[in-house]
């Protein structure tokens, strides 16, 4: 009930900034939170970076004080903004939706978008 749809990956050198945004249609209105998870090859799909709908947001580690997530409430989108990329950033990043009901979670998925970070 929910179609994300990514855009904004692609190549770019160590330091460099790179905007991923997604958009969200269909039931958005049920969304909890939406969030960004990357998967390198060989690794799991592991958060990024999240947001609530309350607006509390979330970071992995490696990634604080380098990427922001944000929401643009009107266009139904969130947006990663990454800077200071790294080699070790290079993934295919996937947005996410989740919709919880009681003990009942629902993610929904884009279709992946590839940031590959030069050295």
């Known amino acids: 009930q929910v179609q994300l749809v990514e855009s904004g990956g692609g190549l770019v050198q160590a330091g460099g900034s790179l905007r991923l945004s997604c958009a969200a249609s269909g039931n958005i209105f049920n969304i909890n939170s939406m969030g960004w998870y990357r998967q390198a090859p060989g690794k799991q799909r592991d958060l990024v970076a999240s947001?609530?709908?309350?607006?509390?947001?979330n970071y992995a580690d490696s990634v604080k004080g380098r990427f922001t997530i944000s929401r643009d409430n009107a266009k139904n989108t969130v947006y990663l903004q990454m800077n200071s990329l790294k080699p070790e950033d290079t993934a295919v990043y996937y947005c996410?939706?989740?919709?919880?009901?009681?003990?009942?979670?629902?993610?929904?998925w884009g279709q992946g978008t590839q940031v590959t970070v030069s050295s």
């Open positions: 996410n939706a989740a919709v919880v009901r009681g003990p009942v979670r629902y993610d929904y």
């Open positions: 947001n609530t709908r309350r607006g509390d947001t």
